[in-house]
């Protein structure tokens, strides 16, 4: 396992983050349990959760991922200091107006919640999980800034921002003195890429921000589990991928996945990582394994080395158009 800045700053993460958006939802407490474990033992120091996980489904109040992180890390007596906890704020966290957004009142109350469920005194890296009309920039920065003074956050980031608020958040800091975004989390992948290369990329390369990817697989496709006019699979997101991803030039893109994925006797999983894994921009895809097995083969991505061709047939197949 190799180990990156995260982008400018000087903390050092692991080149795969784990995921846990599945935890307590499609995933079993016992089964994260494991997942985490393993994880861990495989030298990834880097798990991503946010507040609001999973509280789409119906009984599920919220807070349910962070609560199996933070269980498993303290019960399993994980050296704090060795473990990067990136955690998010924005989403609808109950019946009260004030329980949404990026208004200071919601991430005071939320990052102390947050620090509750995760059984810590702090979390490294604290990120808003997309923008909120609502709020002033200046107002959520000055609250995360208080938060770093505190010692109850060490760095933060953003999520699903466009170029222009991301630029607009990152001269609100520079301008008012306070802690900037370090981090961004796109959807990115192979064949979703246009959103983040066509304004971000060079934003986040201009200013050192870290690229922490989510939906690298997009949702499952680049696994290869989706087959051209068959039936979707017995799947949470089937209906998800049908509607953003299955279109004639992705299955373009996904044959050449596959024909890469031949030559070096991998897993469709594993080029469509090593592509990520090869572009420098990016820092540290996200990964979401539903179990060890998963997580294994994800885990095999770091060993395979995409030759100067299969990065050129794999940028041109799946490049996007104005």
Not at 109 to 134: A, F, G, M, N
């Amino acid at each position: 396992m190799k180990y990156k800045r995260l982008g400018r700053t000087g903390l050092k993460i692991s080149e795969l983050c784990l995921g846990t958006m599945q935890f307590g939802w499609s995933v079993n407490a016992k089964d994260s349990y494991n997942i985490l474990s393993e994880t861990w033992s495989r030298g990834i120091n880097f798990i991503d959760t946010a507040d609001m996980y999973s509280n789409w489904v119906e009984g599920n109040p919220g807070g349910v991922s962070e609560e199996i992180v933070g269980q498993w890390h303290s019960s399993n007596k994980i050296p704090r200091d060795q473990l990067i906890i990136a955690t998010k704020v924005r989403g609808k966290m109950g019946e009260d107006p004030n329980n949404i957004g990026l208004s200071r009142q919601h991430i005071m109350h939320s990052v102390e919640q947050s620090l509750k469920r995760l059984k810590t005194d702090y979390i490294d890296l604290y990120q808003t999980h997309s923008t909120d009309p609502d709020t002033p920039i200046e107002e959520t920065l000055r609250a995360l800034d208080d938060l770093v003074h505190q010692g109850k956050v060490r760095y933060i980031g953003c999520s699903n921002y466009p170029a222009w608020q991301l630029m607009e958040a990152l001269w609100t800091s520079d301008s008012q003195g306070l802690y900037r975004f370090d981090s961004l989390q796109p959807n990115y992948s192979l064949v979703f890429r246009k959103q983040f290369e066509q304004g971000n990329e060079s934003v986040c390369k201009k200013y050192g921000i870290g690229v922490i990817p989510y939906s690298p697989l997009a949702g499952g496709f680049l696994t290869g589990k989706y087959r051209r006019n068959k039936p979707l699979p017995n799947s949470i997101r089937a209906s998800a991928v049908q509607d953003r991803h299955i279109k004639e030039k992705n299955w373009e893109t996904l044959k050449v996945v596959g024909d890469v994925a031949k030559s070096h006797n991998a897993s469709m999983s594993q080029i469509a990582l090593a592509w990520l894994l090869h572009r420098p921009v990016i820092t540290s895809p996200i990964i979401g394994p539903r179990d060890v097995q998963q997580l294994q083969d994800n885990l095999g991505t770091i060993d395979i080395l995409l030759s100067n061709h299969d990065m050129t047939i794999l940028n041109e197949i799946s490049a996007w158009q104005d």
